[in-house]
């Protein structure tokens, strides 16, 4: 198994924490951010749409297969955690959003994701590709 990659990307919105919460936790919103098509593949299990259990289908784009991922912590307007739960050569997937207020009363977002991959060199290859593209992405949700 290969080492442990994180993703580590920090964005600050100028819309405030509900708002930037809402475009998160929407999960057909994602595609921006991840350049993958997003369907919802299940609402959430806590009677949320977007909470803890709710699931997701992501198909980058250009690359197969489709991949799951669900939530599995949901603080409004402050924590989304998420792993893949199927579909991947990804292992071990934690996706942890957290938000916070900003000075100037936007967000600050803090965004991690940890994985490692039973193929070697794999991850370290998904991880820059990650950083590249969710740092690209992120400020297309700040609209």
Do not use: W
Request: net charge positive.
């Amino acid at each position: 198994m290969s080492k442990t990659q994180r993703v580590h990307v920090t964005h600050d919105f100028t819309a405030d924490p509900a708002t930037i919460f809402d475009r998160l936790s929407e999960h057909e919103n994602l595609g921006v951010v991840f350049a993958s098509k997003i369907s919802r593949v299940c609402d959430g299990t806590d009677g949320s749409r977007n909470g803890v259990g709710s699931t997701r289908s992501l198909k980058p784009l250009g690359l197969p297969p489709a991949f799951h991922e669900t939530v599995t912590k949901s603080e409004p307007n402050r924590l989304i955690e998420y792993k893949i739960s199927k579909g991947s050569p990804i292992r071990n997937h934690v996706g942890t959003q957290r938000l916070t207020s900003n000075a100037n009363g936007g967000t600050h977002l803090d965004y991690t994701i940890d994985f490692d991959s039973p193929v070697p060199g794999l991850a370290a290859v998904i991880k820059a590709a990650l950083q590249k593209v969710i740092a690209k992405g992120l400020p297309k949700l700040d609209n």
